[in-house]
């Protein structure tokens, strides 16, 4: 076995930014959190080329004096504990005493600070770990601190980090909850020197939802107002109009620290049952406090989870807080498109067609685009199984003797041939014959031109998500472009078999792009924006006539259209007249 050796200071130091500091964000919110715990009320953060150039934070806290500078970057070294048991009732966001002596082993790191009763300030720098003298400097009461070439001297570190506009939507994130989070402390955020979020500090959680979100989220929300002594739960839960695909965007807090919860999620989503279609989340701030004594933040290096004492009593808290916000809301505004995305019969080629056109022989459509399917040998297997329950459909329409017993709940045709009775799903046939269109060149996607550009509030993720993808977007009939902050204006939209796809569209598209990983071919994720507009362009409460769904089952006999609808349901079942009979013990 080698000789065991004791590392040095800057080796245990880089190791342990391993674990505190992953990357820009992770430097923004160690930062941020000091300026918190240091009583500040204006909280400035800059930053260049996604963090990884420059790193600013500045606020008007108390400041540290001169004499603790040089400890502040010592590891371990905190003013919050003092012992052990401290930790037993943590009060501020920051503890450990890891943040600043890690950051400065892997950047550039320049600190300027000044306490109330000092006649100057003061200035020390850190370059990679290693302390410079400590100057004189003349700033205000408060702390600004910044952090530039981040993992310069890490290369390893430094090839996995993203794209700057990715990192800068990891560090948007991240302002968006700790501004939520304190909405009594004004916040500035600036990338790239443009605003991105800017908040008051007025005490008002809602104002800070519209600089975040945007009216299309704060109009859908409802306020929770619980508290039984034990537990003080605040903040708001969404309707289903603003429902997600995945837990995004959910944000808990306890006692002012953000966190992530699976177990809290899971108790959210159960105040949703019967409320929202399986597939979809519920939109969450969740804003809960509760005695020091009663959570322990000490079980993360990022301070990113907790641990309740009486977990269970937590969670019927939340689970009541929920639910008592739901109670008087209609439940029949509760109706949201399932989760779609999963299924993957096809695969699409690029664009391979723009042209001119004009729509309804008025509005210019500014192009058009046309998608042709590559079909894997896997597919047809799947097809012949399928069929294998509705192997006389081929035939059904040219039959003479085929009787149209009728329709139930809307939705199912009845139609007895020879001795079996077939159940079709009108809305998935019509479905499926929908996207066989498109994807056969017969039915195209329009971009619609709007008369009124319509303004949109987008987090800084997802518009990294639309940039990323603009391409397929723009295919589809999105074109945008970006105005201040954090919001962009939408010049026209998709037009698919006489419907005009609202931003609502856009969004669900932002979270199939959210939902795939790096590798996934373009060609995939067209798949899946493409079922998504079949789904949509596909009216649920439609209600054919006879004469439509004997037309749309002739549709199917005169092509080759698979029996399942773009996401793998079934669109036509049977039942045999024998099965019938065994049913009533006419027959054994």
């Not at 177990?263 to 005695?291: M, N, Q, V």
């Not at 045709?413 to 269109?437: M, P, T």
């Amino acid at each position: 076995m080698p000789k065991i050796l004791v590392l040095s200071q800057h080796v245990a130091n880089q190791i342990a930014a391993g674990e505190v500091v992953e990357r820009p964000a992770s430097v923004v919110k160690e930062l941020v959190e000091n300026s918190i715990d240091a009583g500040s009320t204006v909280i400035s953060v800059e930053i260049e080329d996604g963090g990884m150039t420059s790193i600013l934070v500045a606020d008007n806290g108390s400041g540290i004096q001169r004499d603790d500078c040089i400890a502040a970057f010592l590891r371990h070294a905190t003013s919050k504990i003092s012992n052990a048991g401290d930790l037993y009732s943590i009060k501020t966001l920051g503890f450990r005493g890891e943040a600043l002596a890690s950051i400065a082993s892997v950047a550039e790191v320049t600190l300027i600070t000044k306490v109330v009763g000092e006649e100057c300030g003061t200035k020390l720098s850190v370059n990679m770990g290693v302390l410079e003298p400590i100057e004189d400097t003349v700033c205000n009461i408060g702390t600004s601190l910044r952090v530039g070439n981040l993992f310069l001297n890490i290369p390893a570190r430094l090839k996995f980090m993203k794209s700057p506009r990715t990192e800068a939507g990891y560090i948007g994130d991240y302002m968006s909850r700790v501004m939520m989070a304190h909405p009594e402390i004004e916040f500035r955020y600036i990338s790239n020197g443009k605003t991105v979020y800017q908040t008051t500090g007025d005490g008002n959680l809602m104002s800070v939802v519209y600089s975040v979100y945007g009216s299309d989220i704060a109009d859908n929300l409802l306020p929770i107002d619980f508290d039984n002594g034990y537990v003080k739960i605040g903040g708001y839960v969404g309707n289903a109009e603003i429902s997600k695909s995945n837990r995004t965007y959910q944000s808990i807090f306890v006692n002012g620290r953000y966190i992530k919860s699976s177990a809290i999620s899971f108790t959210l989503s159960r105040a949703y049952e019967t409320k929202l279609t399986i597939g979809r989340f519920p939109f969450a701030i969740l804003k809960i406090t509760i005695a020091c004594q009663e959570v322990d933040v000490n079980v993360h290096p990022a301070k990113i989870e907790v641990r309740f004492t009486d977990e269970a009593r937590v969670n019927s808290c939340i689970y009541s807080a929920c639910a008592n916000a739901l109670a008087n809301l209609n439940t029949s505004v509760f109706i949201s498109t399932p989760n779609t995305t999963n299924y993957q019969p096809t695969q699409v080629q690029e664009q391979v067609e723009i042209s001119k056109s004009t729509f309804n022989g008025s509005h210019p459509v500014m192009r058009e685009t046309v998608y042709s399917p590559v079909h894997s040998d896997g597919y047809y297997e799947v097809l012949d199984k399928v069929r294998q329950y509705a192997a006389p459909l081929s035939l059904l329409t040219e039959d003479s003797d085929i009787k149209v017993v009728g329709c139930i709940f809307s939705t199912y045709w009845l139609i007895e041939w020879k001795n079996s009775v077939y159940f079709v799903d009108q809305h998935a046939a019509h479905e499926r014959a929908l996207y066989e269109k498109i994807i056969n060149k017969s039915m195209v996607f329009a971009a619609q031109n709007l008369l009124v550009p319509k303004t949109m509030t987008v987090i800084p993720s997802d518009y990294e998500r639309l940039e990323a993808s603009k391409e397929q977007l723009e295919a589809l009939g999105f074109v945008w472009e970006e105005l201040e902050s954090n919001r962009i204006k939408i010049k026209s939209v998709p037009q698919l078999n006489g419907k005009i796809f609202d931003e609502r569209y856009l969004l669900d598209c932002i979270e199939i792009i959210a939902e795939q990983k790096d590798n996934v071919p373009k060609e995939l994720l067209n798949e899946k924006m493409i079922q998504c507009a079949c789904k949509h362009a596909v009216k649920g409460g439609d209600v054919l006539t006879e004469t439509e769904i004997l037309a749309l089952l002739k549709e199917y006999s005169a092509n080759v259209i698979p029996l399942t609808c773009p996401h793998g349901r079934p669109i036509i079942t049977k039942l045999d007249k024998t099965d019938i009979e065994k049913m009533f013990k006419r027959i054994q």
